[in-house]
């Protein structure tokens, strides 16, 4: 057990001896401190204007650093998940995978930074990333693309903590919301039905959405279920070279071609042709009843659902350039070379003994979520009322992965070209890569399962109490049993030889505009025959070191105490808000050492996290914030495993660490907002976070260690190589590393022109800017070096531009970030590997024919933005690591409201 009296600690105390708690004026309810103003007429709004301005008095309103959408924000936008939603936000910016947002970037902080609740319970989500960009989310970050967004009728983000809010987000948290039966009077109805298409899969498919709601006439009972199914096919082709790199072995001949030593020289390492095929179901249903039989009692039962499956074919053929196998470096003989300006990059060249590889991929993924939740809230007398919840949540993941490589048995002469384009080469061989004849079915076949079950149980109880007119306090305790089980499993295979039954002709697409000056066309497996062919026998779980299978399990306690007041200061509105929060968390992680050696292991730790909360009216419309607050992040689940990792393709062995402490920051809000009209805030806002460690994987470079050479043999028994003494692998394990300070500000301006005369009173911006630095320091070569945090974009920005009236409207919406870093220590030799950051444009837009009925259309990723992804080489080069399109996507639809 560990406790912690810091600095933001002490300087709550020093205030709440100040006497500042003393103020006594009443003032307007809690979390309420609006001026009053004479009301001169009532207007209604509606539409888009209308959900801004809830958002916008939901914001002012909150005591904390706090933004909202509500409903229409979502169903109005061309957003096709939550993740899309939510970078509306300022501060706000999503990773995007095969042109559908996936996980979201708080104030430069990733996804394991971020807590996410569903209903008033942390939930857990995992899906599949893609080959060229990721893997099993095995972590703490949400996986938004689970949920379609019409489910959800409002979403919360917090950036300054208080005391009643969960903890586990240093960067903030994310809270979403179902509809409640209850806030519709009567009988309510809306069908929405949509055909999308995808301009490069040349694919429509169907979007529908219904939601019933219902109340008895007194509005002590209702019900609502709300359903949506998305069908949504996309093709992700590109090019790709799987990071560049330096030869570390001697080429068959010509280690120089005019006086310069390729060995020094950055080389594709695998340059191929790239294509992924998606093929995506994703149903969501919620239902909600809600009982109400007197002003003391309500309670409600909600159950929401999800199942997202996805199947990807995945084809790419890749020239080799690299150590291992048979036609690594010793097996190459450069013919000529071209380099860049710099002498440093071989921008294009002929090499005879090249080996080409096709390789063919199916993956299956299946994710079902269900959560279970009931609450209350019940007025115990007039001054305090009893609020709680149980809930269960359950995201089980599962991953079949049919994976064959097909090769040309002997090397052959090959050249590549990036002189045209710097991001795709043309490439072209000396034999016909669509015949048979020409290859072979090799050894190392994968034929795989990964399941990924995760289960949260929460129980929660509140108690506020309000003490006087202007102040109260809260007490609660919360309970969770969090559990991430991650097995694999593997089968045997037939492995059959005949190519000429399994084999098809793929063709690729022209990326690069080369027209007849690069192969498109590569045999590849039949995936129909070739599943079949080489078995469907069951499962065996695989346990010991290189294999996936272990279990995590975290049960956490916490305890509250929030104090809030409204009081004046200098005549003028002031809400505070001081609390505490005490938490304790015990973990037991179990891996295998072996395949029947269990290893179990324990930690626990326990954290006191202050808050401190300040808005005041400084004058009418003119809102100053003060946030204070220490919070934490868990590390993640998949770093606490003990387990060992190994590969054979980038020669690494990594394992976990249950012993990992938690993240803590000191973190500092400070706000103005100027809210001049009822729906427009121009708002500034800085915020920094002293971080006092990072989960990493400091790394070592060195020769396979004596107590993993039996480990290796046994696993990759076919690969004798591997166990060579001069053979360099690459060491990790999880371990807390030092941490940082983040600093960063954000600008944020909305407003809708009704004031102006003619058709600008119709139009409307929201705009924001946000910009972040933090550095962080890692082991490089054995150095402490100083890198940039890992998923942090400087600088971002979203704008959006609206023109409505009451029969139609429309919207466009620009969203950017910088380029950012996804590992600062990249693979093969690489200083790191970066994103490149994205302008995506969406439209959005409708027509009202009557009161009931709407049509609608949007249109995803408006100027068909490519996907980028690229290595630094020695730290100062830009290398195409993948580029890829998923094409522009359109939906036309209708809604239907009763």
């Not at 290595?871 to 830009?878: A, E, M, P």
């Amino acid at each position: 057990m560990r406790y912690r009296l810091n600095s933001i600690s002490r300087a709550i105390a020093l205030m709440a001896g100040s006497g500042l708690l003393l103020g006594s004026a009443p003032v307007l309810a809690q979390e309420s401190s609006s001026p009053e103003v004479e009301t001169l007429e009532e207007v209604v709004v509606t539409g888009f204007r209308a959900s801004m301005q809830r958002a916008t008095e939901l914001k002012r309103n909150a005591v904390n650093a706090r933004e909202s959408i509500v409903s229409e924000d979502i169903g109005k936008m061309p957003d096709l998940n939550l993740a899309e939603a939510i970078q509306r936000i300022p501060g706000v910016a999503i990773v995007r995978q095969g042109g559908e947002g996936r996980q979201v970037s708080l104030r430069g902080l990733g996804a394991g930074f971020t807590h996410v609740t569903l209903n008033g319970m942390e939930v857990p989500a995992s899906t599949g990333g893609l080959d060229s960009s990721g893997g099993v989310n095995r972590g703490r970050g949400f996986d938004f693309n689970v949920f379609s967004a019409e489910l959800f009728n409002r979403i919360d983000v917090n950036k300054a903590a208080r005391a009643s809010l969960e903890e586990g987000g240093i960067a903030g948290s994310v809270d979403l919301y179902t509809l409640k039966p209850l806030d519709r009077a009567g009988f309510n109805s809306s069908v929405s039905a949509q055909l999308g298409y995808n301009d490069l899969s040349e694919e429509a498919d169907p979007r529908l959405t219904a939601t019933i709601s219902n109340t008895n006439e007194d509005q002590t009972f209702g019900y609502m279920v709300s359903a949506s199914y998305t069908e949504r096919t996309t093709f992700q082709d590109g090019f790709g070279t799987v990071r560049w790199a330096q030869p570390d072995r001697d080429f068959a001949a010509n280690n120089e071609l005019n006086g310069v030593d390729l060995r020094e020289v950055w080389f594709p390492r695998l340059p191929r042709q790239d294509s992924f095929r998606h093929s995506q179901d994703r149903l969501g249903l919620s239902a909600g009843l809600q009982f109400r039989p007197n002003d003391d009692l309500d309670i409600g039962i909600n159950w929401v659902h999800s199942e997202f499956d996805s199947t990807t074919n995945s084809y790419n053929s890749f020239a080799q350039f690299r150590r291992s196998g048979d036609y690594g470096y010793p097996a190459i003989t450069p013919n000529s070379v071209v380099l860049d300006s710099t002498g440093q990059i071989a921008l294009a060249g002929n090499f005879d003994g090249v080996g080409l590889r096709t390789e063919s991929r199916q993956s299956l993924d299946v994710t079902d979520f269900d959560q279970y939740t009931i609450d209350f809230d019940y007025q115990l007398n007039d001054n305090m009322s009893l609020s709680g919840m149980v809930g269960t949540a359950s995201s089980d993941y599962q991953n079949d992965i049919f994976r064959v490589n097909i090769q040309t048995p002997t090397g052959t002469n090959f050249s590549y070209d990036f002189t045209g384009n710097p991001d795709v080469a043309a490439m072209d061989y000396d034999i016909d890569v669509t015949s048979i004849d020409n290859f072979e079915i090799i050894d190392g076949e994968q034929l795989r399962r990964f399941n990924v079950d995760r289960q949260n149980d929460t129980a929660r109880l509140d108690l506020d109490w309000q003490l006087s007119d202007s102040s109260s306090v809260k007490i609660g305790a919360i309970y969770n049993d969090r559990e991430v089980s991650s097995v694999q499993g593997d089968r045997p295979s037939n492995d059959p030889r005949n190519l000429a039954d399994l084999s098809t002709v793929f063709s690729f697409t022209d990326l690069g505009a080369h027209g007849n000056a690069t192969e498109l066309d590569f045999l590849v497996l039949d995936f129909d025959k070739a599943i079949p062919a080489f078995g469907l026998a069951p499962y065996g779980v695989s346990r010991g070191p290189g294999s996936q299978t272990w279990v995590v399990q975290e049960e956490t306690t916490g305890f509250y105490v929030d104090y809030d007041l409204d009081t004046e200061l200098a005549g003028r509105g002031l809400r505070f808000n001081i609390g505490g929060r005490y938490v304790t968390t015990d973990v037991t992680a179990q891996g295998f050492l072996a395949s029947g050696e269990r290893n179990v292991e324990t930690n626990d730790y326990s954290e006191f996290l202050p808050s401190l909360n300040l808005a005041y009216d400084l004058t009418d419309n003119l809102l100053l914030r003060l946030g204070l607050a220490r919070t934490m992040t868990r590390p993640g689940l998949s770093s606490l495993a003990p387990s060992k990792d190994i590969t054979d393709v980038n020669f690494t062995v990594a394992g976990g660490n249950s012993q990992l402490d938690p993240l803590l920051s000191d973190d500092i809000n400070l706000a103005a907002e100027w809210y001049f009209d009822d729906d427009a805030v121009l708002a500034f806002s800085y915020f920094r976070k002293d971080i006092d460690s990072f989960i990493s994987s400091p790394t070592t470079f060195e020769p396979l260690r004596a107590e993993d050479r039996a480990i290796v043999a046994n696993i990759y028994a076919s690969q004798p190589e591997l166990l060579d003494p001069s053979l360099i692998w690459r060491y990790s394990s999880s371990a807390n590393t030092e941490g940082t300070e983040l600093d960063g500000f954000e600008i944020a301006y909305q407003q809708s022109f009704s004031s102006l005369p003619g058709l600008l009173s119709n139009l409307g911006i929201i705009a924001n800017y946000s910009h972040v630095e933090a550095e962080t320091v890692v082991v490089r070569d054995g150095v402490n070096t100083i890198a940039p945090l890992t998923g942090l974009s400087e600088d971002s920005y979203n704008f959006t531009i609206f023109y409505e009236v009451d029969r139609w409207g429309a919207r466009i919406s620009l969203n950017n970030r910088d380029d950012y870093v996804t590992r600062n220590i990249g693979s093969n030799g690489n200083f790191s590997e970066n994103t490149t950051g994205p302008t995506h444009a969406d439209l959005s837009a409708f027509y009202n024919l009557n009161d009931n009925i709407t049509f609608t259309l949007e249109v995803i990723n408006l100027t068909d933005e490519e996907e980028r992804l690229f290595t630094t080489g020695n730290g100062s080069q830009n290398l195409v690591r993948e580029i890829n399109s998923t094409g522009r996507q359109y939906f036309v639809g209708v809604r239907a409201n009763f």
